[in-house]
T-cell receptor, first 109, second 114 residues
Framework: KQEVTQIPAALSVPEGENLVLNCSFT??????LQWFRQDPGKGLTSLLL?????REQTSGRLNASLDKSSGRSTLYIAASQPGDSATYLCAPPGGKLQFGAGTQVVVTP | SAVISQKPSRDICQRGTSLTIQCQVD?????MFWYRQQPGQSLTLIATANQGSEATYESGFVIDKFPISRPNLTFSTLTVSNMSPEDSSIYLCSVVDGSNQPQHFGDGTRLSIL
């Protein structure tokens, strides 16, 4: 069974700082990995999907990397804003997503 | 990406009753799933909703408690039966259309049982 770990569990930064969120997984036989954000009491919003053939995927201020051999993915958020405050989750897809506990991010003005 | 509508968005129910949650997608999708998120926890997969056949349940979840229907490629329902306070959670529908495609989630149904 796939085990997903996210570090740190929580992160609080002042506005403008860059964020680095880490995700590790035990089964490297994945073919892609997806990052989500969840606002309190809401569903999940898909941020990025990295295919196993890619090493990076970028969308605006977001950049995600994937290293299958080490079982790690990292989400970078540049120049953080208060609107980035949310819980960030990673999951190796393929239908039956296995989620870690997420990283709760607070960006203070 | 697919637009997913979940109804109801929230409900408060009495112990022992049942509630059916609907998930409607604006396009045909290959796979539909139901997840539960208990307070302060991450998401746990309940089952895969299979079109035209019985759902596939994960360990710890049974059909009698969480009956699921999927009559076509755009619609599914999850029923939470004989509810108890422990069933108070957010229930989320998700869809994916192909093995290398992103998975998308509905806004969830926040369920409270008194």
């Amino acid at each position: 069974k796939q085990e997903v770990t996210q570090i740190p569990a929580a992160l609080s930064v002042p506005e403008g700082e860059n964020l680095v969120l880490n995700c590790s997984f035990t089964d490297s036989a994945i073919y892609n990995l997806q990052w989500f954000r969840q606002d309190p009491g809401k569903g999940l919003t898909s941020l990025l999907l990295i295919q196993s053939s890619q090493r990076e995927q970028t969308s605006g201020r977001l950049n995600a990397s994937l290293d299958k051999s080490s079982g790690r993915s990292t989400l970078y958020i540049a120049a953080s804003q208060p609107g980035d405050s949310a819980t960030y989750l990673c999951a190796p897809p393929g239908g039956k997503l296995q989620f870690g506990a997420g990283t709760q991010v607070v960006v203070t003005p | 990406s697919a637009v997913i509508s979940q109804k109801p968005s929230r409900d408060i129910c009495q112990r022992g009753t049942s509630l059916t949650i609907q998930c409607q997608v604006d396009s045909q999708v290959t796979m539909m799933f139901w997840y539960r998120q208990q307070p302060g926890q991450s998401l746990t997969l309940i089952a895969t909703a299979n079109q035209g056949s019985e759902a596939t349940y994960e360990s710890g979840f049974v059909i009698d408690k969480f009956p699921i229907s999927r009559p076509n490629l755009t619609f599914s329902t999850l029923t939470v039966s004989n509810m108890s306070p422990e069933d108070s959670s957010i229930y989320l529908c998700s869809v994916v259309d192909g093995s290398n495609q992103p998975q998308h989630f509905g806004d969830g149904t926040r369920l409270s049982i008194l």
